[in-house]
């Protein structure tokens, strides 16, 4: 029997969480304390009392039945029999943006397990019994047939690459491996991946890449409830970069990153994660790099949350912004641990797009009033998600690009 088909998916990989009858060992569920979502302050004890916004579906449906604590209450109905998976069901638990904010706050969250993970685990138990929501049937079959959501056929995999000169794994002994993410090889992560593999060449990095052999790292599979491509990539991955020796994956996304990170800490013993902006950070710190141009911009850092609450990487990014000649970083009043999701994750742009949008659109008319002329951000799903705003007129570009530019 292979390893992956012993693990335990769906609600009954979070059983213990449910209130689950007959169980010895049981954890703490839901308490209803309503800090996930409710207006007031996140936890009275602390200097900063947090923002009133949490959760965005429940903020742009302002229903309860769209917070984190009600999605936890009708899994726990699930799995004790009392009700049926219905498409209003279906409808709270995929508007879901992923945003990690309910796992920030939750006072009962335990072993890693939180109000996001009971989704997640209900969405696993969607798929197995009711298959996946249309609209994210073609991300689940991209998975499949081409190991990336966008289907995107194996030859035209790796041309983010094309005429910069990288080798691939294989072609050169090396022990750090660049990889690009799926977006990459689309419009919203190609600036980013160029702009990193053009940083680490000019400082001497020896790199190599995967070009055509990578693989999605699992992040729609994971969000979104199809735990089976999830282990296979995982497993995938892993095989790949302990064949090669890799010692350290320098991550050109936000949102890859997050799952590098959650690999089982096991299998990743010896192998660094770095996000490129903490891989920057750290080379400007050992004086390999400096910025020898002035840009002379205001500009203000978008957390995407999955390198923020995600990773816990807020500084990086913030510490390499001010140590641009020229810039001039604003923060938004909702950063780093508070900062408000774009809607880009979580399938949410497929499925609900009038949601992914406000959100959008929410973020970017926070971002405008602070008066910067540029909006930053480390993560593909982020720009991809702005980019759908029909409204704002704030432009919007990758760090790493950025700070290319600055050298
Ligand atoms: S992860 Fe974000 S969008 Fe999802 S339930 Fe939690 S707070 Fe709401
Ligand atoms: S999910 Fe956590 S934070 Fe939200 S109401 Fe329940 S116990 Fe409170």
């Keep these: 029997m292979k390893e992956e088909s012993k693990r335990p998916i769906g609600l009954e990989r979070v059983k213990k969480w449910l209130y689950a009858k007959g169980l010895e060992e049981r954890g703490s569920g839901c308490v209803l304390c309503g800090s ?11 200097d900063h009392p ?3 916004t949490k959760c965005p579906p429940y903020e742009f449906y302002r229903f309860q039945r769209f917070t984190p604590k009600s999605r936890w209450l009708m899994s726990q109905r699930v799995y004790h ?14 508007t879901c943006t992923t945003c990690l904010m309910c796992q920030e706050i939750c006072g009962v969250r335990n072993d890693g397990y939180g109000p996001w993970d009971i989704t997640v ?5 969607i798929t197995e019994k009711e298959g996946p929501l249309e609209a994210h049937r073609p991300l689940l079959e991209g998975l499949r047939l081409y190991n990336n959501p966008w289907s995107q056929p194996k030859n035209e995999r790796g041309e983010w690459a094309k005429g910069l000169g990288l080798r691939k794994l294989g072609e050169k002994e090396s022990s750090t491996l660049l990889f690009a993410g799926c977006s990459a090889d689309g419009t919203s992560g190609r600036a980013g991946a ?17 070009g055509e052999e990578e693989k999605c790292c699992g992040l729609y599979a994971n969000d979104l409830g199809f735990p089976r491509e999830y282990h296979r990539l995982e497993e995938e ?7 090669a020796g890799i010692k350290k994956i320098v991550i050109a996304c936000g949102s890859c990153r997050r799952i590098w990170k959650n690999y089982p800490k096991e299998k990743m013993q010896g192998i660094e994660v770095l996000h490129g902006v903490e891989y920057i950070e750290r080379i400007l710190q050992e004086r390999q790099l400096k910025f020898s ?12 949350c999955h390198l923020g609450r995600g990773c816990g990487v807020y500084e990086s990014p913030r510490n390499i912004l001010r140590s641009i000649p020229g810039v001039e970083l604003v923060e938004m009043p909702r950063n780093r641990r508070w900062a408000w999701c774009c809607g880009g994750g979580g399938g949410v742009p497929e499925a609900f797009p009038e949601l992914a949008q406000w959100n959008a659109e929410d973020r970017l008319r926070e971002a405008e009033q602070t008066g910067a002329e540029l909006l930053i951000t480390t993560s593909a799903l982020c720009l991809r998600n702005f980019a759908c705003s029909q409204q704002a ?14 050298v």
Excluded: S
């Design 50 to 52: 947090g923002f009133k």
């Design 194 to 210: 160029v702009a990193l593999a053009k940083l680490m060449k000019q400082v001497g990095e020896n790199f190599v890449i995967l």
């Design 81 to 94: 029999g009392l009700d049926p998976i219905t498409p209003e069901l279906k409808e709270v638990i995929y």
């Design 121 to 125: 685990a209900m969405r696993e138990e």
């Design 36 to 46: 996930c979502y409710g207006h007031g302050p996140v936890n009275p004890m602390e």
């Design 237 to 243: 991955n892993l095989k790949t970069v302990k064949e």
């Design 393 to 406: 007129h704030l432009q919007t570009q990758d760090l790493l690009e950025f700070i290319h530019q600055a």
């Design 293 to 304: 141009k002035t840009i002379k911009r205001k500009i203000t850092y978008h957390d995407p």
